[in-house]
């Protein structure tokens, strides 16, 4: 019961994130200059930010950003581990050494750091959909590591079972046999890994958000929107300012939710030859 | 004027390691056309690796396979990946040991014949193709069995799944490595009895690995014995059972019942329909 009213949540914040442009009651770079700080009215139900902007549209929009683009970095890195992981196994000669040693290496770099060097780098001035292509296409780069491994490991097993030596000695191509007989037991796996990834990059981008290094303004994000959480006099006077993390806190329980759930996990049933 | 001889469809002469670890040496021995030659030996003995040196799969798990290995006439070892590919499945097919083991628990049996079919094929199967495949191996070719996933498969439909899978593009010579050991002795003496009449009706060589001289003996034109990396005797299944020479055969022999040593070559009993299994009255 838990697990269905956390998927209907989450569904509903995805519907509505989706259809921002057609409920948000203004663009979410619309300033009016004359109703900085607003409180809440009919046509700003949460007011407005310092710079007139309405902060319930700009939810929307954050919202749209976060739940669309999360999602898509984890699967770049989930589809980078499943190719890296691939030749390892699969007897590319000196492909095994040469993955596990990137994946040491990748594993152990402060990719933080190296962010916040990167954009360091970058003018002042950069656009926003350069900062999203960057927050996002870093996290979904930097986060194969750890699928790679899982996915190295379970492909190892494949390669030596029954089922796929049974494959060879069929004719069987290897992609084939990667794709026919490998896929359905690294589809619950890949699906895990989705599940682990996509709290773990919501958090990242609030955390670069936080800190001024994630989507750049005016387009917003659920990282640069919790910015405003810095000035306690801010929150005091508009309350609605902790939407953005409520609403974070509230997805980010409702995956959780979903992590436990028996009944929506793919293939759970153990199936054996009697 | 004498007869031409008899091209062998295998033979082979090759030695099989793993680094350096020799588990077959100089092992030599040749399979005509149509004939069963069955291979005994112990648990640990080599059997199936000569089984994977024989498809050319031994690299893959780790060994090393030097010498020759001919078949129609072609010699497999200089081949390339892709030209083995085309071998395997097509002119050698194979039955491995255990159907638990062998066939993907995920996959239906629909989707498991489809693949072996693209790997040799490039146009749809014929209609009903796989229906009357799976009536050769006496197994319902309906569509609610071919809907059934192989993990919900009983043992002996899965072992005959495997047979069919096998024989889809009629090899010219199937291996089978100890395609028996997993099954009760009514299925087993099923299976037997399937092989033989694959035998005789696609007149495909078979080479029947196995560590039962006993379960065998009825099946095979000749017997092989394999010893600690070679193979120390050869002969009909009568010559083996009444007057071993090697002492591991003398042994092996031995060590079966003395009724059953005296009444060889034995036939595989089984009540009821051909192959197809019995039919006991409930209790």
């Not at chain 2, 112990?42 to 780790?62: H, I, N, P, Q, V």
């Not at chain 2, 990396?229 to 009568?238: I, R, T």
């Amino acid at each position: 019961m838990i697990q269905r009213l956390a998927l209907a949540v989450l569904l509903a914040v995805a519907a509505i994130a989706l259809l921002a442009p057609a409920i948000a009651p203004a663009p979410y770079d619309y300033q009016d200059r004359e109703k900085t700080n607003a409180p809440p009215d009919r046509h700003s139900p949460m007011g407005t930010d310092e710079l007139g902007r309405d902060r319930f549209s700009r939810l929307l929009y954050g919202t749209r950003v976060s739940v669309l683009l999360v999602p898509a970095a984890a699967l770049l890195s989930v589809v980078l581990a499943l190719l890296l992981s691939l030749p390892a196994v699969w007897r590319v000669p000196l492909a095994a050494p040469a993955v596990s040693g990137f994946t040491t290496i990748s594993l152990s770099l402060p990719w933080l750091f190296l962010y916040i060097i990167l954009r360091a780098e970058l003018p002042l001035n950069t656009s926003p959909s350069t900062s999203v292509i960057l927050t996002f296409g870093l996290m979904g780069v930097s986060g194969w590591a750890v699928p790679a491994r899982v996915f190295t490991a379970a492909m190892q097993q494949l390669r030596d079972s029954g089922w796929v030596l049974q494959a060879q000695t069929s004719g069987m191509r290897t992609w084939r046999i990667v794709l026919v007989h490998g896929w359905p037991h690294l589809r619950s796996l890949a699906l895990a890994q989705l599940r682990i990834l996509v709290p773990v990059y919501i958090l990242s981008e609030a955390n670069l958000g936080l800190l001024g290094l994630g989507v750049a303004p005016p387009l917003p994000s659920w990282g640069n929107l919790i910015q405003d959480l810095q000035h306690p006099d801010v929150v005091r006077a508009n309350p609605w300012v902790l939407a953005p993390l409520a609403l974070l806190i509230l997805v980010m329980i409702c995956i959780e939710c979903l992590q436990t759930s028996p009944d929506i996990s793919p293939e759970s049933s153990p199936v054996s030859l009697r | 004027m004498a007869a031409a001889p008899v091209k062998p469809v295998l033979e082979f002469r090759l030695t099989a390691r793993y680094g350096a670890h020799v588990v077959l040496r100089e092992v030599h021995a040749a399979i005509d056309p149509g004939q069963i030659v069955s291979l005994i030996g112990l648990s640990g003995s080599g059997k199936s690796t000569l089984a994977m040196a024989l498809l050319r799969l031994l690299e893959y798990r780790g060994g090393a396979v030097t010498g020759s290995i001919v078949l129609e006439g072609r010699e497999l070892t200089g081949l390339s990946g892709a030209a083995m590919r085309g071998i395997r499945g097509n002119r050698i097919g194979y039955v491995p040991q255990s159907p638990a083991a062998a066939l993907n628990p995920k996959l239906k049996v629909s989707t498991l014949l489809r693949e072996t079919w693209r790997a040799h094929a490039t146009a749809k199967p014929p209609e009903d193709a796989f229906a009357s495949l799976l009536e050769s191996v006496r197994l319902p070719g309906t569509s609610g069995f071919l809907n059934q996933r192989a993990g919900e498969l009983s043992t002996g439909q899965g072992q005959r799944l495997l047979i069919a899978l096998a024989i889809m593009h009629k090899p010219a010579l199937l291996l089978a490595d100890e395609p028996t050991s997993a099954l009760d002795a009514i299925t087993q003496a099923a299976v037997l009895r399937l092989f033989r009449d694959l035998n005789r009706r696609l007149g495909t060589a078979i080479l029947f690995i196995s560590h039962d001289l006993l379960s065998v003996a009825a099946l095979s034109d000749r017997v092989e014995i394999l010893h600690e990396g070679g193979l120390v005797e050869s002969g009909a299944p009568a010559q083996i059972f009444h007057s071993p020479r090697h002492p591991f055969t003398q042994a092996l022999v031995a060590a079966m019942p003395r009724d059953l040593r005296s009444s060889s070559p034995l036939e595989p009993e089984v009540p009821g329909p051909e192959a197809a299994g019995p039919e006991f009255p409930p209790p």
